[in-house]
């Protein structure tokens, strides 16, 4: 088992920036399986949606629509990936979800951590 704590969530207004954080726990084995950690999104009265991912190895992917003001990096010493957000919008506001994904393709969640973007 993986457990996926997410914080850094809050309320800003639109302009501003924040980080997220996420911290994953579990055994040495659960933990090294870790390949593709990612965040994912939730706005009211939407579907969840893939923000951005990052693998093992760097390499990134984002949704299209944060492109240019978020950047996700990972620190694979402390199992913990980051999700730095600028130039937030109002329409970003949302519960912001950690995933991870393992090597022998088991998922886990977090429990997520609402954004609010004001105008």
């Known amino acids: 088992q993986v457990q996926l704590v997410e914080s850094g969530g809050g309320l800003v207004q639109a302009g501003g920036s924040l980080r997220l954080s996420c911290a994953a726990s579990?055994?040495?084995?659960?933990?090294?399986?870790?390949?593709?950690m990612g965040w994912y999104r939730q706005a009211p009265g939407k579907q969840r949606e893939l923000v951005t991912s990052?693998?093992?190895?760097?390499?990134?992917n984002y949704a299209d629509s944060v492109k240019g003001r978020f950047t996700i990096s990972r620190d694979n010493a402390k199992n913990t990936v980051y999700l730095q957000m600028n130039s937030l919008k109002p329409e970003d506001t949302a519960v912001y979800y950690c995933?991870?994904?393992?090597?022998?393709?088991?998922?886990?969640w977090g429990k997520g951590t609402l954004v609010t973007v004001s105008e």
């Open positions: 990052i693998t093992r190895g760097g390499s990134t």
């Open positions: 995933n991870a994904n393992t090597y022998y393709d088991r998922e886990y």
């Open positions: 579990g055994t040495t084995f659960t933990i090294n399986a870790i390949n593709v």
